[in-house]
């Protein structure tokens, strides 16, 4: 079963902010980039707090019927990288999130308001 790109980062983005993730962003990419529809990009402040908020992403994509294809960086809880097809979610510490930056890296892509 396939999960359409705007159903996964509706359930990612919720996922996120129901672990209490930190300044969330949302970017659109359609417009700027090939590799991906959506990023979705926040912090915990705790290596506890990331994990938590990663494996919320996680159980909420499995539980609707979406594939992860791949975690990177759970054990660190430094900068988690869920590649979810047409989403990509960045769990950052919040340490690594103002030294990375991503989101300047990104400045083309249309913000996506969330609430």
């Known amino acids: 079963m396939s999960v359409q790109s705007n159903k996964l980062f509706e359930l990612a983005l919720n996922a996120v902010q129901d672990k209490k993730a930190m300044n969330v962003v949302a970017l659109d990419l359609r417009s700027v980039s090939p ?24 159980k909420v994509v499995h539980e609707a019927g979406g594939m992860i294809k791949g975690i990177e960086g759970m054990d660190a809880a430094r900068w988690v990288l869920m590649d979810l097809g047409d989403v990509i979610v960045h769990v950052f510490h919040r340490d690594e999130r103002e030294y990375y930056n991503i989101e300047r890296l990104w400045s083309d892509a249309k913000v996506v308001e969330t609430v």
């Open 35 to 58: 590799i991906s529809d959506y990023f979705i990009i926040c912090h915990g402040n705790s290596d506890t707090q990331v994990q938590a908020i990663a494996t919320e992403v996680r």
